[in-house]
Nanobody, 127 residues
Framework: QVQLVESGGGSVQAGGSLRLSCVLS????????MGWFRQHPGQEREGVAA???????SVSESVKGRFRISRDKAKNTLYLEMNSLKPEDTAMYYC?????????????????????WGQGTQVTVSS
C-alpha cells in the first residue's frame, strides 16, 4: 500500500523560504510519477511541480524560478524547496503519486493522473 506523508509546512513572512518533504512508503520501484499540488481555500487543487518516472519535470509558471522540486530516491523522499514566498503561495500543499507511469507524459500537472495523496501540509505566508 503506497503511503505519502508530507512535512515541513509552516508560517513565514513574505520573502522567506520553506522546504517541504514527502516520504513515500509501500513502493520502492522506479515506475512512479510524483508531484506537489496546492489548494487555496475555495479553489480547486492545482499542480505546482512534478517528476515523471524518468527525468521529465513540470513546474507551474506561477512558481517557476522560486520553487524547486527534487527527490532522493535512496530516501524515498520528494522535496519542494520554496523561496521568495509570496502571500498568494498560502495554501494546503499535497504530495501525490501514481504508478501509472506510462500515462504521465503531458499530464504531470493534472490531479486526475494521481491516485495516491498525502494528508497535506499547510503553508501560510504573511505580508
Amino acid at each position: 500500500q503506497v503511503q505519502l506523508v508530507e512535512s515541513g509546512g509552516g508560517s513565514v513572512q513574505a520573502g522567506g523560504s520553506l522546504r517541504l518533504s514527502c516520504v513515500l512508503s509501500g513502493y520502492t520501484g522506479n515506475d512512479i510519477c510524483m508531484g506537489w499540488f496546492r489548494q487555496h481555500p475555495g479553489q480547486e487543487r492545482e499542480g505546482v511541480a512534478a517528476f515523471s518516472a524518468g527525468t521529465d519535470t513540470s513546474v507551474s509558471e506561477s512558481v517557476k524560478g522560486r520553487f524547486r522540486i527534487s527527490r532522493d530516491k535512496a530516501k524515498n523522499t520528494l522535496y519542494l524547496e520554496m523561496n521568495s514566498l509570496k502571500p498568494e503561495d498560502t495554501a494546503m500543499y499535497y504530495c501525490a503519486a501514481t504508478l501509472l507511469s506510462d500515462l504521465c507524459p503531458g499530464r504531470l500537472m493534472r490531479t486526475e493522473l494521481y491516485n495516491y495523496w498525502g494528508q497535506g501540509t499547510q503553508v501560510t505566508v504573511s505580508s
